[in-house]
C-alpha cells in the first residue's frame, strides 16, 4: 500500500479531533456536528448561521462571533484555549495562536504546530501545586492568626460595652453629687452674699471708700499739677534760653534767676562762658526744705509708682481679712476639747468624724467660726463643685471614646467587618535599611529615624485604607496610606503607602522612595489571611 493513502486515511480522523482544538471545556459539548442526509452541518453558537461542519477549524473566518475558529487565528479578538493537561487550562488571545512564539500560558505547546513547542506542563505543573501547597499552608497558618485577632475583637467589644454600661452609672452618680454641691455652693454663696453686705456697713469699710474716693481726686489733681508745671517750665526754658543778658529788663532777669533757682540750673551767663572754656557749667541744686522727706512719706517716683496699684485694692479682700483677724476668738467646745479624754487608737476617727461634723454645719453658719467664716466655706464650696464638675466631664469624655472605640471595631472603613485590625491598632513594625529606620505605627503614624543619631522625621499620619477599592474586600485592605509628614526641602510632605499581603508575621519586608519623599513599604500580616472557602477544592489538571 501506498503511503500517500495510508495518510489520505488518517486525514478525516485528524480533522475530527481538531474540531474541538482551542475550545474551552465548557463550550466542548457544542461542538457536535448535525446531519443533514449525507451532509455534517455545524451552526454558528450566536445562531447567525449554519455552516458545513467540515469548515469549523478551517482557519477561515465563516461565522460572525469568530465561533468557528477557536483554534486558529483567522477570527480577530478570539480566544484560544490550552488545555495544559498536567497544569492548569489557560485562555490566550487567538492573535497569538500560530505566531512562532511558544506562550507561556500554553505549556502544552498548544498555540502552535505540533513539534514546535516543547510540552512543559508536568513539570510546570509540579511546581505550581508545590508552590501553591506551601501558600495553602501559609494561608492556613495565618487565617489561624487572624481568627485570634477577631477573638480579641469580640472579647474588646465585650469589654467596651461593659465599660460604657459602667461609664453611664458612674456618670448618673456623679451628675446627681454636681447638683448636690451645686446647691450647697449656692446656698454658701447666699449666706455669704448677705453677711458680705452686713459688713460693707461697717464704720470701716465705708471709711475705705471715702479715702480712696479721696486719693483717687488727689491723684487727679496731682496729674493736672504735673502738667501745669511742666509748661510753665518749658515757657521758662525757653526765655532762660533766649533772652539778652545786656537788655536790662530787671522782670524778665528775676524770672529766669528764680527758675534757675528752682529748677537747680546753673545760670545761663555761667553756660555760655562754659561754652568758651571760660566757666564749669556744674552746679549742684541746693536743698530746700521741701527736699528733706518726712518719715513714712512717699516721694513722687513712689506716688507715680504705686499710687495706681494702691487704688486697685479690692477692698472687700481687705475687709474680710480683717474680720478674720481681729474677729473674737471662737470659744473651745465640748466637741473640740473631748480628744484630750480619748484613747490614742480613737483619736484618727474622732477627728475625721470631727471635721465632717464641723464642715457641714459651718456651712449654715453653725458650729466653729459662725458667720465670719462663710465667705472660706463659700470658697471651699465652690472649690468642691468645680472639682466634682471636672471629674464628671472626664468621665463623659472616657465615655465618648469608649462609644468611639466601640462603633470603630467592626466597622468596614476602620479596623474590618470582623474587626480583625483592631488587635494591631498601635503595633509599631520597624525595618531597618543601614541607614535609616523605618517604623511605621498601624493606625498612628511612619516615621524615618536616621541609624546616625539625631531626631527622626514623620512620614505621615494614618488617612486610610486602599482607595481603589471598596470597604469589606480584601482588596481595600492591602494597602494603608499615611500622609502630611514633614516636609521635604523644596519638596512635598512626605508620605508612606504600605502595602502589606497575606503572612504569618506582622513584619515590614521592603522600603522604597519612589518619588521624592513618596515611599512605599511593603510587609505582611496575619490579618489579610482570610480562611480557605474550600479545603477539599483542588487545581483543575
Known amino acids: 500500500m501506498h503511503p500517500w493513502l495510508l495518510l489520505a486515511l488518517a486525514l478525516p480522523s485528524l480533522a475530527a479531533l481538531d474540531k474541538t ?3 474551552p471545556p465548557s463550550l466542548v459539548s457544542k461542538y457536535v456536528p448535525s446531519t443533514k442526509g449525507s451532509h455534517q452541518t455545524w451552526t454558528c453558537l450566536d445562531g447567525s448561521k449554519e455552516i458545513a461542519w467540515s469548515a469549523v477549524n478551517d482557519d477561515y473566518c465563516d461565522c460572525q462571533d469568530g465561533s468557528d475558529e477557536p483554534g486558529t487565528s483567522a477570527c480577530p479578538n478570539n480566544k484560544f484555549y490550552c488545555r495544559n493537561e498536567g497544569h492548569i487550562g489557560a485562555i490566550i488571545q ?106 460693707k456697713q461697717s464704720p470701716l469699710y465705708q471709711s475705705l471708700l471715702v479715702h480712696h474716693t479721696a486719693l483717687k481726686s488727689l491723684q487727679k489733681e496731682h496729674k493736672k499739677h504735673l502738667e501745669r508745671e511742666k509748661a510753665l517750665g518749658d515757657i521758662l526754658t525757653s526765655l532762660r534760653a533766649g533772652y539778652n543778658p545786656n537788655y536790662q529788663d530787671m522782670a524778665v532777669l528775676e524770672a529766669v534767676r528764680g527758675w534757675e533757682a528752682l529748677a ?3 545760670h545761663i551767663n555761667d553756660v555760655r562762658k562754659g561754652d ?69 487608737a480613737l483619736l484618727p476617727s474622732y477627728h475625721s468624724f470631727r471635721d465632717s461634723v464641723l464642715s457641714a454645719l459651718s456651712v449654715f453658719g453653725i458650729g466653729r467660726g459662725g458667720a465670719s467664716d462663710s465667705s472660706a466655706e463659700s470658697n471651699r464650696a465652690r472649690v468642691a463643685l468645680s472639682d466634682a464638675e471636672h471629674s464628671l466631664k472626664l468621665t463623659q469624655d472616657e465615655q465618648r471614646t469608649a462609644n468611639e472605640d466601640l462603633s470603630d471595631i467592626f466597622d468596614p472603613d476602620g479596623f474590618g467587618p470582623e474587626g480583625e485590625w483592631k488587635k494591631l491598632d498601635g503595633m509599631c513594625l520597624s525595618k531597618d535599611t543601614g541607614e535609616y529606620t ?104
Open 94 to 199: 487567538s492573535s497569538r495562536v500560530n505566531d512562532g512564539l511558544c506562550e507561556q500560558e500554553c505549556c502544552d505547546g498548544s498555540d502552535e504546530p505540533s513539534g514546535v513547542c516543547p510540552n512543559t506542563c508536568q513539570d510546570v505543573g509540579a511546581e505550581h501545586r508545590k508552590k501553591t501547597e506551601a501558600e495553602r499552608k501559609l494561608r492556613k497558618t495565618g487565617s489561624k492568626i487572624r481568627s485570634s485577632y477577631i477573638a480579641y475583637a469580640h472579647k474588646e467589644k465585650k469589654r467596651l460595652e461593659a465599660l460604657v454600661a459602667d461609664l453611664v452609672k458612674e456618670i448618673e452618680t456623679r451628675e446627681k453629687e454636681v447638683e448636690r454641691l451645686r446647691d450647697i455652693a449656692e446656698r454658701a454663696e447666699s449666706l455669704s452674699a448677705a453677711e458680705l453686705e452686713r459688713k
Open 264 to 266: 537747680g540750673l546753673p
Open 438 to 541: 523605618y517604623e511605621v505605627c498601624l493606625f498612628d503614624e511612619a516615621r524615618q529615624i536616621p541609624n546616625s543619631g539625631g531626631s527622626g522625621f514623620s512620614l505621615g499620619k494614618f488617612s486610610s485604607w486602599n482607595k481603589a477599592a471598596r470597604a469589606g474586600e480584601l482588596e481595600y485592605y492591602t494597602r494603608q496610606h499615611y500622609t502630611q509628614g514633614a516636609k521635604c526641602w523644596n519638596g512635598p510632605h512626605r508620605s508612606v503607602e504600605l502595602v502589606l499581603t497575606c503572612g504569618i508575621e506582622n513584619t515590614l519586608l521592603t522600603v522604597a522612595e519612589l518619588e521624592k519623599c513618596e515611599y512605599q513599604i511593603t510587609g505582611t500580616t496575619p490579618a489579610l489571611c482570610r480562611p480557605l472557602e474550600d479545603e477539599h477544592t483542588k487545581d483543575e489538571l
Open 276 to 344: 568758651d572754656g571760660e566757666a564749669d557749667t556744674t552746679a549742684e541744686k541746693p536743698k530746700t526744705e521741701d527736699d528733706v522727706e518726712d518719715e513714712g512719706l512717699w516721694n513722687a517716683a513712689k506716688i507715680e509708682k504705686e499710687l495706681d496699684q494702691l487704688l486697685k485694692t479690692d477692698h472687700v479682700t481687705l475687709l474680710l481679712e480683717h474680720d478674720q483677724l481681729v474677729g473674737p476668738a471662737a470659744a473651745q467646745s465640748l466637741l473640740l476639747d473631748i480628744s484630750a479624754y480619748l484613747p490614742d
Open 21 to 23: 482544538h482551542g475550545v
